[in-house]
């Protein structure tokens, strides 16, 4: 039983009473959720004393609980997935939620794609399905109290089993359409097995105007020699608190590219715990985030090179219009037996207007002592020299900045392999460049 | 067309510019030299509309318009073209990206419709022809590994798709080679029109004889002290800026 001594806020109460009268309709044993949410009650709701929250103050930022999204109507359903916009153009195999709940009607589950089985998650949880066991595949995240959120409410999902290569991208589509705010928990799981490839599009949508809170989660276990591709949207709608995790083990010889594109939300976290568990495997982690107004966009990383002969790529651009705020947190961790490991982790941010701020804080923690690992911040603004430049060759001032940013923010973009899907990406900037203009 | 008169123009509180009267004429080519320093690439990024710059007086008609009040794109739009000193590398900016925004930029402040993309093509083609700029070159971002002249190769190709009424060369000899040289100023000259003119800063006579100047003159100390024909760039060849560092002293 949760102690609710220590739980002291409203939404921290919100949370108690939720978890109690959700915890018998939710499907599955309610074991691992009460486990969860007991972890979750004795810390409460993390605030900027926890090192891991410094800058993104969930106590502060989340003061009320919306209720947790019911079941849409087939006819919501479609209405809401015909309005979904975000890779909107690229031929994949649409995967969609509507209000966190999977769409099965939208899944032909008799025509599925080579390679590709899809398991829904309730069901699953419901009947005790024999994946549920690889579920939490990342040890970093049990920890982590948006996790353990997640664990405790999730309602909905989908596993995916990927057995070999798999030619069109798998597209999770989340959208959400109520009009009035709601939670949602959603958890995702890929498994990726040995010698298999696949690209994987996320993309989460939800309706303006109200104060949506989404907890996603995406697990991802990719076995040796494996290929996974991985682009993640955030079009949240414009007072979304969107919290969202990625837990990705990834074996040997493996290759595994994640892009998180962030624009959309009222506040924003992406985690990313990341565990590379096999010798020579080649990590990519890259983020892109546009923020304006008075947007807060997190991205938080952990990297654990748990074998040797590894190499590991972060690459965060953040760019900060009006009075927003992004923050960077990023940890490579190095342990004493991963020799040659090398990392290198960036984070780079351009601040457009003076009212804006970032807090970058890239670690290392390493304890072998045959690695090349490096990280690096900066913060800064547009060059003057650059925009005179441009703007003497007839460029007005905000389209000067326009092209630059591009530029800042394609050095991130250009490692998403899937053409289609880097072309919408970098219509999406443009759109948030037009849209300041 | 260009007028200049009694410009006063610091930086960091460092006179740089001090009372400089210039008039350049329409169809006109007008030479200015000047030892290092004496503010010849100061004037250049004043006409452009640089913003470091404080004018404390003076005024810059350009067709009767005061450039001072415009923006640098406003004075790119009204005609103004500088070929930079110093051009600079855009990371991540494609070049034909780059030149298709300008260009269009320009045709829309002067409410001209946008190239379309073969309209566009065939002329940055057929001025990269004339330049002897290789195609792939255009592949790249801006300026970005470019050698010193390729880059001077590649302002003048800017100027010869934006087609400015009024440009300002500022050492666009300097990093050339012989033949890149002969390339650049056969580039110039094809676009020498009776409505256009041309400000020419030189160290070299060297250049002049490719780019015949109308007019020479010399700069020192934030000022004009000296104007004359195309011969004053061959006196100033043979003697040097000695006779005006004494005439300041004096
Ligand atoms: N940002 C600045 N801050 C301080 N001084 C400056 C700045 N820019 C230029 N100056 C100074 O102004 C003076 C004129 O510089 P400018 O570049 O205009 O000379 P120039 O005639 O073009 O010289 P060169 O022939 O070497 O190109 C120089 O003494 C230079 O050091
Ligand atoms: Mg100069």
Same mark, same amino acid.
């Given at each position: 039983m949760?102690?609710?001594?220590?739980m002291?806020?409203?939404?921290?109460?919100? *949370?108690?009473?939720?978890?109690e009268?959700?915890?018998?309709?939710?499907?599955?044993?309610?074991?691992?959720?009460a486990?969860?949410?007991?972890?979750?009650?004795?810390?409460?709701?993390?605030?900027?004393?926890?090192?891991?929250?410094?800058?993104t103050?969930?106590?502060?930022?989340?003061?009320?609980?919306?209720?947790?999204?019911?079941?849409?109507?087939?006819?919501?359903?479609?209405?809401?997935?015909?309005?979904?916009?975000a890779?909107?153009?690229?031929?994949? *195999?649409?995967?969609?939620?509507?209000n966190g709940?999977?769409?099965?009607?939208?899944?032909?589950?008799?025509?599925?794609p080579?390679?590709?089985?899809?398991?829904?998650?309730a069901?699953?949880?419901?009947?005790?399905?024999?994946?549920?066991?690889?579920?939490?595949?990342?040890?970093?995240?049990?920890?982590?109290?948006?996790?353990?959120?997640n664990?405790?409410?999730?309602?909905?999902?989908?596993?995916?089993?990927?057995?070999?290569?798999?030619?069109?991208?798998?597209?999770?589509?989340?959208?959400?359409?109520a009009?009035?705010?709601?939670?949602?928990?959603?958890?995702?799981?890929?498994?990726?097995?040995?010698?298999?490839?696949?690209?994987?599009?996320?993309?989460?949508?939800?309706t303006?105007?109200?104060?949506?809170?989404?907890?996603?989660?995406?697990?991802l276990?990719?076995?040796?020699?494996?290929?996974?591709?991985?682009?993640?949207?955030?079009?949240e709608?414009?007072?979304?608190?969107a919290l969202?995790?990625?837990?990705?083990?990834?074996?040997?010889?493996?290759?595994f590219?994640?892009?998180n594109v962030?624009?959309?939300?009222?506040?924003?976290?992406?985690?990313?715990?990341?565990?590379?568990?096999?010798?020579?495997?080649?990590?990519r982690?890259?983020?892109?985030?546009m923020?304006?107004?008075?947007?807060?966009?997190?991205s938080?990383?952990?990297v654990?090179?748990?074998?040797p002969?590894?190499?590991?790529?972060?690459?965060f651009?953040?760019?900060?219009?009006?009075?927003a705020?992004?923050?960077?947190?990023?940890?490579?961790?190095?342990?004493?037996?991963?020799?040659?490991?090398?990392?290198?982790?960036?984070?780079?941010?351009l601040?457009?207007?003076?009212?804006?701020?970032?807090?970058?804080?890239?670690?290392?923690?390493?304890?072998?002592?045959?690695?090349?690992?490096?990280?690096?911040?900066?913060?800064?603004?547009?060059?003057?020299?650059?925009?005179?430049?441009?703007m003497?060759?007839?460029?007005?001032?905000?389209?000067?900045e326009?092209?630059l940013v591009?530029?800042?923010?394609?050095?991130?973009?250009?490692f998403?392999?899937?053409?289609?899907?880097?072309?919408?990406?970098?219509?999406?900037?443009?759109?948030?460049?037009?849209?300041?203009? | 067309?260009?007028?200049i008169?009694?410009?006063?123009?610091?930086?960091?509180?460092?006179?740089?510019?001090?009372?400089?009267?210039?008039?350049?004429?329409?169809?006109?080519?007008?030479?200015?030299m000047?030892?290092?320093?004496?503010?010849?690439?100061?004037?250049?990024?004043?006409?452009?509309?640089?913003?470091?710059?404080?004018?404390?007086?003076?005024?810059?008609l350009?067709?009767?318009?005061?450039?001072?009040?415009?923006?640098?794109?406003?004075?790119?739009?009204?005609?103004?073209?500088?070929?930079?000193?110093?051009?600079?590398?855009i990371?991540?900016?494609a070049?034909?990206?780059?030149l298709?925004?300008?260009i269009?930029?320009?045709?829309?402040?002067?409410?001209?419709?946008?190239?379309t993309?073969?309209?566009?093509?065939?002329?940055?083609?057929?001025?990269?022809?004339?330049?002897?700029?290789?195609?792939?070159?255009?592949?790249?971002a801006?300026?970005?590994?470019?050698?010193?002249?390729?880059?001077k190769?590649?302002?003048?190709l800017q100027?010869?798709?934006?087609?400015?009424s009024?440009?300002?060369?500022?050492?666009?000899?300097?990093?050339?080679?012989?033949?890149?040289?002969?390339?650049?100023?056969?580039?110039?000259n094809?676009?020498?029109?009776?409505?256009?003119?041309?400000?020419?800063?030189?160290?070299?006579?060297?250049?002049?004889?490719?780019?015949v100047?109308?007019?020479?003159?010399?700069?020192?100390?934030?000022?004009?002290?000296?104007?004359?024909?195309?011969?004053?760039?061959?006196?100033?060849?043979?003697?040097?800026?000695?006779?005006?560092?004494?005439?300041?002293?004096?």
């Amino acid at each position: 039983m949760a102690d609710v001594t220590l739980m002291k806020t409203p939404a921290e109460t919100a *949370l108690v009473q939720a978890f109690e009268s959700a915890k018998t309709a939710l499907p599955g044993d309610g074991e691992s959720r009460a486990q969860a949410f007991e972890h979750f009650a004795q810390q409460g709701l993390p605030h900027r004393r926890v090192e891991e929250f410094k800058y993104t103050d969930l106590r502060a930022l989340l003061r009320e609980v919306a209720p947790f999204a019911g079941t849409p109507s087939a006819e919501e359903a479609k209405a809401a997935l015909a309005g979904a916009k975000a890779l909107a153009g690229v031929d994949a *195999l649409q995967v969609p939620f509507v209000n966190g709940h999977f769409v099965r009607d939208a899944v032909d589950f008799h025509a599925l794609p080579e390679n590709v089985e899809i398991v829904p998650l309730a069901e699953a949880l419901a009947n005790g399905h024999d994946w549920l066991a690889k579920l939490s595949p990342v040890k970093w995240a049990n920890d982590n109290p948006v996790y353990q959120l997640n664990t405790s409410f999730m309602a909905d999902g989908v596993m995916i089993r990927i057995a070999g290569p798999v030619e069109a991208p798998v597209h999770l589509r989340f959208v959400t359409s109520a009009t009035s705010a709601v939670a949602t928990a959603t958890r995702i799981l890929v498994v990726v097995e040995e010698g298999a490839s696949v690209t994987l599009l996320e993309t989460h949508e939800s309706t303006d105007g109200a104060n949506h809170q989404p907890n996603d989660v995406v697990e991802l276990i990719a076995g040796d020699r494996t290929n996974v591709q991985h682009v993640r949207v955030n079009a949240e709608g414009n007072k979304a608190l969107a919290l969202s995790t990625l837990a990705a083990k990834i074996g040997g010889e493996a290759l595994f590219n994640s892009i998180n594109v962030t624009a959309g939300a009222a506040t924003s976290r992406h985690q990313v715990f990341a565990i590379l568990d096999g010798e020579n495997t080649n990590l990519r982690v890259n983020g892109t985030t546009m923020l304006k107004g008075t947007q807060h966009g997190d991205s938080t990383l952990v990297v654990e090179h748990a074998a040797p002969h590894c190499e590991s790529r972060e690459l965060f651009k953040t760019v900060i219009d009006n009075e927003a705020t992004g923050v960077f947190q990023g940890k490579i961790i190095v342990p004493h037996h991963a020799q040659k490991t090398d990392g290198r982790m960036m984070s780079a941010a351009l601040l457009l207007e003076e009212g804006g701020a970032m807090n970058n804080k890239p670690e290392l923690e390493i304890f072998a002592d045959d690695v090349q690992c490096a990280h690096g911040a900066t913060c800064g603004q547009l060059d003057e020299d650059l925009l005179f430049y441009l703007m003497a060759r007839g460029l007005p001032k905000k389209e000067a900045e326009s092209l630059l940013v591009q530029a800042f923010l394609g050095e991130a973009l250009e490692f998403v392999e899937n053409e289609a899907v880097r072309e919408s990406l970098v219509g999406t900037v443009e759109g948030w460049l037009k849209a300041r203009a | 067309m260009l007028e200049i008169k009694n410009l006063v123009v610091q930086i960091e509180d460092k006179r740089i510019l001090n009372g400089l009267n210039l008039t350049v004429n329409k169809g006109e080519v007008a030479a200015i030299m000047g030892p290092n320093g004496s503010g010849k690439s100061t004037l250049s990024y004043v006409i452009a509309g640089k913003e470091d710059y404080e004018i404390l007086d003076g005024e810059i008609l350009l067709d009767g318009e005061n450039l001072l009040e415009m923006e640098p794109d406003q004075r790119a739009a009204a005609g103004v073209f500088l070929a930079f000193q110093y051009p600079l590398e855009i990371p991540g900016v494609a070049s034909m990206t780059f030149l298709k925004a300008a260009i269009n930029a320009q045709r829309k402040a002067r409410g001209e419709d946008e190239l379309t993309t073969p309209d566009f093509i065939k002329r940055v083609n057929a001025a990269a022809t004339q330049l002897e700029i290789p195609k792939d070159m255009l592949k790249r971002a801006l300026n970005v590994g470019f050698s010193g002249g390729e880059k001077k190769r590649m302002e003048i190709l800017q100027m010869a798709l934006l087609q400015p009424s009024f440009c300002i060369l500022d050492e666009t000899d300097s990093g050339l080679d012989i033949d890149a040289l002969r390339i650049v100023s056969e580039g110039v000259n094809a676009l020498r029109s009776p409505d256009r003119a041309f400000l020419v800063i030189t160290h070299y006579q060297r250049l002049l004889n490719h780019i015949v100047p109308d007019t020479v003159h010399v700069m020192h100390g934030g000022r004009i002290v000296r104007s004359g024909g195309k011969e004053l760039a061959l006196e100033l060849e043979a003697n040097g800026y000695a006779d005006y560092r004494e005439s300041e002293a004096a």
